[in-house]
């Protein structure tokens, strides 16, 4: 557990409908005292080690203030905070502070679950003088993890905005997408519907060790091939691609023939980034998992939260020949919307560069 963890793991032992279900109130439940709204704390076999934070929303829509680093101007919805899909590297973990939680084992296992969003959400909506253009889903926490299934807030979500004409965009890593499917082309009738797959690691093994809530990446791939088989475009983030663990060339190519291989739309490649808090833990679960690589990844990111330049060029040498080989072109210097098509699948590409040399760095 990181030592700022402040669980909130003592909350009652409650279970779902079926089994034995009680009601707690807020104010019962030392640590939560942050968390608004909260109806009650439930823990169930089905989900050993998780307690979900049942609370009534006040608001669905966020608006992301212009100074945000990846969506300026953007709206988002996130009916879940916290996400079992429990990624080292997620850049999410430190909203999870401003519930009075850590961002280590408490964002993986204290989840708040917005249960009225899509009913609030269709209330914000109808009294809106001016809609939003777009919402994104997907841009904190992912919005079809394990939780999804037994909540199901997502087709009230996506009916409450093909309703009010909004567009929007999905980013997930869970397959449970799968289930929303229909709904989501009977949603692109109506507004623009933009879906996207995270895909970082189809090494098994390193995919457990990293994002071990997470379904296997052939499980992603098929959803993408399920998702273009509907008719619906998909973009797949390779993201975030890690230094000595996924970046070398044969790794690149790996990933991206595989995602060529599942129909994808385009690819959107990026590298780990570390924010404060984020880079302490991933630190320490690559000076315990991979030693080796501890020396390497203080050096690339010795400046901050992004990688060094010269480590980035490096990458950029390798990623460049491998997106032209499978048929996918490179992105822009800047990321303004998660969607906008870097990477969009070229036709008269330019010609296959030759593979790039080895990485260097370790
Ligand atoms: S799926 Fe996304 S939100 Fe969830 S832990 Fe992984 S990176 Fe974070």
Redesign the pocket.
Known sequence: MNPSENSAGAAADIRWSGQRVDAVEAGALPGLERVSGLVRSVRTPEFAGITFHEVLAKSALNHVPDTARMLPGEWTINPYRG?S???IY?Y?RPTHEHLGMGLGTDFETQIVVKTNVAEVLRTELAKKRTLPDRVALGT???PY?RAEGRYRLMPGIIEALAGAGVDFSILT?GSLIRRDLDLLVQASRKVDVQLGL?IAVVDDELQHLM?PG?PSASARLATVRAIRDAGLDCTVFAAPFLPGLTDSAEQIDELLAAIEGAGATNVLPTLLYLQPGVKELYLAWVDREHPHLSAGYRRIYRDGTRASREYAGEFHARLRPAMLRHGFRLPGPEVHDLFALHGRRGKGSEAPAPRAAAPTLF
């Open positions: 996400c899909h429990a990624c997620c999410a904190n926490t992912d993890q890593k995270s994002e997470t």
